[in-house]
């Protein structure tokens, strides 16, 4: 399970222990199954199952930020489904915490104002774009890298490093050299004397 699932299923031991009522807490299998999609976990057993009721409560009445989400990204009035939580509403709420403060998207699945969540929702799409200009850049500047300075005939594991990579997005690209070049691959941000890298790596490729 995902670790929103892991969550769910925490607040329903303690509600069934306490004897409250499940009402309350299905109001809260939207957030869950656009979690467990967005993590891609097998979509299997338990995860089907919350996943199916979280998207016919989105689909059926959405709460207000992701409402305005599903307006922001030109998906209203479209039936929500999981690719389009992977591909569309996904990337959205995690750029933000990849380009500056994660409590955005917080304040969005928990925002009572509408108009509110539509501020909130146009930073998210802002961002997102935001973090796809930088993700091209980077990827590029990474192939350019390995291209002109590695031999891959006699390298295992590709090391790259670069000023001021940005930490939000090394990791996605770090990712997209490993299947390029069909080698495990760590990629460094090197700025002000400070190291921050990341790894990738499939144990098939090892």
């Known amino acids: ?101 994660a409590k955005k998207a917080v304040h969005l699945l928990t925002s009572s104002s509408l108009q509110q969540s539509r501020n909130i929702a146009r930073v998210l799409e802002s961002e997102n774009r935001t973090r796809r200009n930088i993700d091209e850049l980077t990827c590029q500047e990474a192939i350019e890298l390995v291209e002109n300075t590695i031999d891959l005939d006699r390298t295992k594991i590709l090391v790259l490093a670069k000023e001021n990579w940005h930490l939000g997005v090394i990791g996605i690209v770090a990712s997209r050299i490993m299947e390029k070049f069909n080698r495990p691959s760590i990629l460094i941000s090197l700025n002000k004397g400070l190291s921050r890298a990341v790894l990738r790596l499939e144990f098939d490729k090892l």
Request: hydrophobic share 50%; no cysteine; net charge neutral.
């Open 1 to 101: 399970m995902a670790g929103v699932g892991v969550a769910f299923k925490l607040l329903h031991a303690l509600y069934t222990r306490l004897g409250y009522g499940m009402d309350d807490l299905q109001e809260y299998l939207d957030l869950v199954a656009i979690g467990t999609a967005a993590d891609i976990v097998p979509l299997l057993d338990e995860n089907r199952i919350l996943v199916k009721y979280g998207l016919n409560k989105i689909n059926k009445n959405p709460r207000n930020g992701i409402f305005a989400l599903l307006e922001s990204s030109s998906l209203l009035g479209r039936e929500l489904d999981v690719s389009l939580i992977v591909f569309v509403l996904a990337p959205r709420l995690n750029a933000v915490g990849r380009m500056s403060a």
